[in-house]
């Protein structure tokens, strides 16, 4: 049977809505950060020119094989290491600039930090594990930590455990354990290393849960894992690959390109931004280019003489257009704007690229093929109802 965790009911959280505050700033904004990592042979280059933005309140998933870099890139975040060059930001704190005397205390009050392995501490009690944060930070008057470290522990359903050693619970437990002690300063910010990583499918799942419903509360969570089926269940997927991230909206665009190829295409695709309403190409013009939509809504438009224009559809982040002309006819057969609401950012990937690409990729070739062909017959069916309407239009109005 699945377990119920009682989050919604916790009076001592703070209030927090469902929908993420909107803010100027992400609650975690790294921006070119490298890591080298000194080593016998020379040094190493463990992130390679990391930029990543999470929002307040989204819930992140970091994927990528074995030394890709995924703890790595958790250390900046939390302060455990520190970049070589670049920043990171975490709720408005200069993570990189923190000293250490400052670093603990701060990590203490803002992080709720999870790990693979627990890493409870063996000699006290459950209870007095979870006390811990808040006797280091003094964030709760003395009297009331325990009375906290116990709801806590109801929160994750072991209250009847607290005054024993971690070592008489089952792994599962005392990650659950562990997630009570990372809350136990009511950070904004989880981040979790393989937190389902030594955990069975079941156990795993009960964790998942936890984290989903401390997202609902308006926590941000980083998790990073090896399980793909939970990663599709986060808001978004970061992929990490020999230090380098794959731009998440290319993944989504091309999801059956390998993780190399999502990397050529991460580099080879240029950002390009447009202004609210801005047009991104217009219908019959020459085609060179294939588009991801990475920020905002574009729409896409087909243009009638003498009339306003209709707006056959709008995409969002990781839609994709300008693979019709690809397979087709070379020239554009419907305009492309920015949509009058937003600034839109796009990733180009020229012909010549994308051609290149494909060839590496039969699947990912005929998933556009599909694309564009099921764009057209769309299109062709908006253009006749139209045209049907128009005609209509002028039975009725005949000059
Ligand atoms: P992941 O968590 O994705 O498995 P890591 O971030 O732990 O990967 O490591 C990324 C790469 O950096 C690996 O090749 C690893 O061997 C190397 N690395 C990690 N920590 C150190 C270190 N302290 N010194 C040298 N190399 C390191
Ligand atoms: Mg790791």
Redesign the pocket.
């Known amino acids: 049977m699945r377990r119920t965790y009682k989050v919604n009911e916790m009076a001592f959280f703070q209030k927090t809505n469902n929908t993420p505050p909107e803010t100027d700033h992400p609650m975690i904004d790294l921006r070119g950060v490298n890591k080298y990592?000194?080593?016998a042979v020379g040094d190493?280059h463990?992130l390679k020119d990391v930029d990543l933005q999470i929002n307040a309140g989204e819930f992140v998933s970091i994927i990528?094989?074995?030394?890709?870099?995924?703890?790595?890139?958790l250390n900046m975040i939390t302060g455990i290491d520190r970049p070589t060059d670049g920043e990171v930001f975490v709720n408005n704190t200069a993570v990189h600039g923190l000293n250490e005397n400052k670093m603990a205390r701060w990590r203490g009050l803002n992080l709720g930090v999870v790990f693979q392995f627990f890493q409870l501490l063996p000699t006290i009690s459950v209870i007095e594990n979870i006390m811990l944060p808040m006797d280091f930070c003094r964030t709760y008057p003395m009297r009331e930590r325990e009375k906290r470290a116990m709801q806590l522990l109801e929160l994750v359903d072991l209250a009847d455990h607290a005054y024993k050693l971690p070592t008489a619970l089952s792994g599962g437990q005392q990650q659950r354990v562990a997630i009570a002690r990372a809350l136990a300063n009511d950070p904004p910010v989880i981040i979790a290393?393989e937190p389902t990583g030594n955990l069975d499918s079941k156990t795993a799942e009960d964790v998942f849960t936890l984290f989903n419903d401390l997202v609902a509360q308006g926590k941000t969570i980083i998790i990073?894992t090896h399980d793909s089926a939970l990663a599709k269940r986060t808001h978004r997927t970061a992929l990490?690959t020999d230090?380098e991230i794959v731009n998440e909206y290319v993944a989504q665009a091309m999801p059956t390109l390998t993780q190399e190829q999502l990397l050529w295409a991460t580099r080879n695709a240029k950002a390009q931004t447009y202004e609210a309403g801005a047009m991104i190409f217009a219908e019959g013009t020459n085609a060179d280019a294939f588009y991801i939509v990475s920020k905002g809504t574009v729409e896409i438009v087909l243009p009638r003489p003498n009339q306003s224009d209709v707006v056959a559809l709008q995409l969002g982040p990781g839609k994709f257009f300008g693979e019709m002309a690809f397979f087709h006819a070379h020239k554009r057969s419907a305009s492309v704007r920015a949509s009058e609401s937003n600034a839109v950012e796009v990733l180009r990937l020229g012909y010549d690229q994308l051609s290149e690409l494909l060839n590496q990729s039969e699947v990912t070739r005929d998933a556009l093929h599909q694309m564009a062909d099921k764009h057209e017959e769309e299109n062709l069916k908006k253009r006749e109802a139209i045209g049907a309407l128009f005609s209509d239009i002028k039975k009725e109005n005949p000059q």
Not at 64 to 73: D, E, I, N, Q, V
């Open positions: 990592y000194k080593t190493y463990a990528g094989k074995s030394g890709s870099g995924k703890s790595t890139l290393d990073v990490i230090g």
